[in-house]
């Protein structure tokens, strides 16, 4: 099972929600991230979660806030997001940290009214 | 930090022609890997390559690391091959992750 996994697909919320995004994987990795992309742009890291703990976090604001319960899974809590936060949410994991062959989950378009 | 430039950044072609796509890096790394992102934003690994070089069917690529650079070959393009196109290198320091290049749009017409 080579799969990254991510619900939901699709997501849009008001500026006063709080919604959560999952991603799963069960290939054994521990090192999971969070990417956002928008669009015609690269992917640009958000958090690094490795063995289960946070061990970057590229100055992100605090209504986004990463959990990662297992090794198996992550989780990104949104809260009283901006409409400049609709993008494409994409969860990533690899073996470790330091072997960085990247595995991707489809992703969450994420649009903010 | 490090710089990661892609050429060209938008490539058109037929289907059945050949490109290559360069990579140029501005410091050492410890891995580079090249990325195709499909229409529908599903980001694949392509390869996983800091150096020499790897096949897989109708992709190849070549990294020379003392040299700083990366080429991912394409050969018979089909329109499937339609996407963007990332080069992605680790840097060498201790705690910092991939960094992605800008990356070239390829459209392959039939």
Not at chain 2, 34 to 57: A, D
Request: a neutral charge; aromatic letters at 10%.
């Amino acid at each position: 099972d080579t799969e990254v996994t991510q619900t939901p697909k699709h997501l849009v919320m008001g500026m006063t929600n709080k919604k959560s995004l999952k991603c799963e994987q069960h290939m054994g990795h521990r090192a999971m991230y969070w990417y956002k992309q928008k669009a015609k742009k690269p992917p640009e890291l958000m958090f690094v979660y490795s063995y289960e703990k946070l061990s970057i976090n590229e100055s992100v604001p605090s209504r986004f806030s990463p959990e990662c319960p297992n090794s198996s899974l992550l989780n990104l809590h949104l809260h009283a997001l901006q409409p400049e936060d609709s993008a494409l949410y994409l969860c990533a994991s690899s073996q470790d940290e330091r072997n960085e062959k990247l595995f991707f989950g489809s992703g969450t378009q994420l649009s903010v009214l | 930090g490090i710089q990661v430039e892609q050429s060209p950044p938008d490539l058109i072609l037929q289907e059945g022609a050949n490109s290559t796509l360069r990579c140029n890096f501005s410091d050492s790394v410890n891995n580079l890997q090249w990325f195709h992102q499909n229409p529908w934003g599903q980001l694949i690994n392509l390869f996983y390559i800091p150096s020499g070089t790897k096949q897989n069917g109708r992709l190849s690529a070549t990294t020379v690391a003392t040299e700083r650079y990366s080429l991912l070959y394409i050969s018979s393009s089909q329109t499937t091959d339609s996407g963007v196109y990332f080069c992605a290198v680790q840097p060498n320091q201790a705690g910092t992750a991939l960094i992605f290049g800008k990356g070239t749009t390829l459209s392959v017409s039939s």
